[in-house]
């Protein structure tokens, strides 16, 4: 006894209901959360070596710890912490139409330190940044001395990108060991200058 048209058609649309449904599941459990959809897209750098995202590319040469620094237009910072100093070369890569360095960070553990702004013109962080002409120069962290000497710091990283809010850009993230270093009394550090390091 062969099946009757309507127990077929009945039995394809169940066979082609579980599968819409096992689509859906899958398409539910492989979607991207929110927070990794609008996540940076990390470009992994190390010092020395440059790393290029999507409109920025920079190399870190070297870091200092120091307990005072003076600044290449003669700004003298003192602080009850420590000054990171970070040297490096940073440039816009496609287009400098409002290009700056939007996001100067150094991550310790959960804590996030931002480049200072008290030494103004004297470091790279308020510069405007140019397509293919690099600018060379320090970024001062006022951080604490606690931070320096913290269990963390041997993870630290530098997070570097053009836009204040790298969600769904290129951050370029550079590990800095601060436990290698030794803390100075004081550091003199010269002015930005175009051009590469």
Do not use: C
């Not at 039995?11 to 599968?19: D, P, S």
């Amino acid at each position: 006894m062969t099946a009757s048209p309507t127990l077929r058609r009945h039995a394809a649309n169940g066979v082609l209901l579980t599968a819409i449904l096992a689509l859906a599941a899958l398409v539910l459990h492989t979607t991207p959360s929110r927070e990794a959809q609008q996540a940076s897209i990390v470009v992994p750098g190390v010092i020395g070596e440059p790393a290029s995202g999507r409109n920025i590319r920079a190399t870190v040469y070297s870091a200092a710890v120091a307990e005072e620094v003076t600044t290449g237009n003669g700004w003298a910072g003192a602080t009850p912490g420590l000054w990171v100093v970070v040297e490096l070369t940073v440039e816009a890569v496609v287009d400098d139409k409002a290009a700056s360095l939007g996001t100067a960070v150094l991550r310790v553990g959960d804590v996030s330190f931002s480049a200072s702004s008290r030494p103004q013109d004297s470091t790279v962080a308020d510069m405007r940044l140019a397509t293919g002409i690099p600018v060379s120069g320090p970024l001062l962290f006022e951080v604490p001395a606690t931070v320096v000497h913290s269990t963390a710091a041997s993870t630290a990283t530098l997070e570097l990108a053009i836009d204040s809010d790298p969600r769904v850009d290129s951050l370029l993230v550079v590990p800095v060991d601060l436990t290698d270093l030794v803390v100075q009394h004081e550091l003199e550090l010269s002015f930005p200058e175009w051009g590469s390091q």
